[in-house]
């Protein structure tokens, strides 16, 4: 028991020493959040996320994601995944990339919308 105590005492002042990351203190990091809407993209097909072309997040309808990202430029493109769905793998489609600039300690929030032009990023207003 007092070796249990003491792994404990010893585990919590490793802790204590790592450095935690928070909204208001993380300067290092950007926050990256993109959601979709049911209303905003009315198919029922994967959405996939790339970043700086690699796929870094799916989502469905009522989904969301976020990234934890460095400053600087950003790539960001969306795309219809094959998937179960039948009719999501419709060949050809737009290849456009939207670039961010993140900038250290901002929380960044898109919705992904459907225009003439396809998918695209929509700026979201934050709301707690």
């Known amino acids: 028991m007092i070796r249990a105590v003491t792994s404990l005492v010893g585990l919590l002042g490793a802790l204590a020493c790592i450095p935690t990351a928070s909204a208001e203190g993380n300067s290092q990091y950007s926050v990256l959040i993109i959601s ?21 997040g799916r989502l469905f309808q009522e989904q969301s994601t976020s990234f934890n990202l460095p400053p600087g430029p950003i790539d960001v493109r969306l795309r219809l995944l094959p998937g179960q769905v039948p009719g999501c793998n419709n060949g050809i489609e737009n290849q456009h990339s939207t670039r961010l600039t993140l900038h250290a300690g901002e929380i960044n929030k898109y919705r992904i919308a459907m225009g003439h032009e396809g998918l695209h990023l929509k700026r979201a207003v934050l709301g707690y």
């Open 36 to 56: 979709r809407e049911r209303l905003e993209v009315a198919t029922s097909c994967e959405i996939g996320i790339y970043l700086n072309d690699q796929l870094s």
